[in-house]
C-alpha cells in the first residue's frame, strides 16, 4: 500500500521561503517519478513540479520556474520542494504524488497534503 506523507506546509509573508518534504513507503520510490501538486479553493488540482527516478530530469509549471526547486533523495524515500520568492497566489494545499516509472505524468496516488498559506 502506498503511502505518502507530507509535511512543512505553514503560514509565511509574501517573499518568503518554505521547503516541503513528502516521505514514501509501500513503493519502490527509487523507480518512481514523483511530483507536487497544488490545489486552491475554487480551482483545479495542478501539477506544480515532477522529477524523475533519478532527478535528471524535472517539470515545472510556468508560474513557478525560477522560483521552486524539486529534488528527491532516494536513500531516504523523500521528495522536496524548496519554495522561495512565495507569493499570495501559491496559497494552496500542496500534494505529494507519484507515478509509476522512471519518467511518467500518469501519476496514480496522492499524499494527504499540507496546506501552504501566503499573506500579502
Known amino acids: 500500500q502506498v503511502q505518502l506523507v507530507e509535511s512543512g506546509g505553514e503560514l509565511v509573508q509574501a517573499g518568503g521561503s518554505l521547503r516541503l518534504s513528502c516521505t514514501a513507503s509501500?513503493?519502490?520510490?527509487?523507480?518512481?517519478?514523483m511530483g507536487w501538486f497544488r490545489q486552491a479553493p475554487g480551482k483545479e488540482r495542478e501539477l506544480v513540479a515532477g522529477?524523475?527516478?533519478?532527478?535528471?530530469?524535472?517539470y515545472y509549471r510556468d508560474s513557478v520556474k525560477g522560483r521552486f526547486t524539486i529534488s528527491r533523495d532516494n536513500a531516504k524515500n523523500t521528495v522536496y520542494l524548496q519554495m522561495n520568492s512565495l507569493k499570495p497566489e501559491d496559497t494552496a494545499v500542496y500534494y505529494c504524488?507519484?507515478?509509476?516509472?522512471?519518467?511518467?505524468?500518469?501519476?496514480?496516488?496522492w499524499g494527504q497534503g499540507t496546506q501552504v498559506t501566503v499573506s500579502s
Open positions: 522529477i524523475s527516478w533519478s532527478g535528471t530530469s524535472t
Open positions: 509501500g513503493h519502490t520510490f527509487s523507480s518512481s517519478t
Open positions: 504524488a507519484t507515478a509509476p516509472g522512471a519518467w511518467s505524468f500518469t501519476y496514480q496516488y
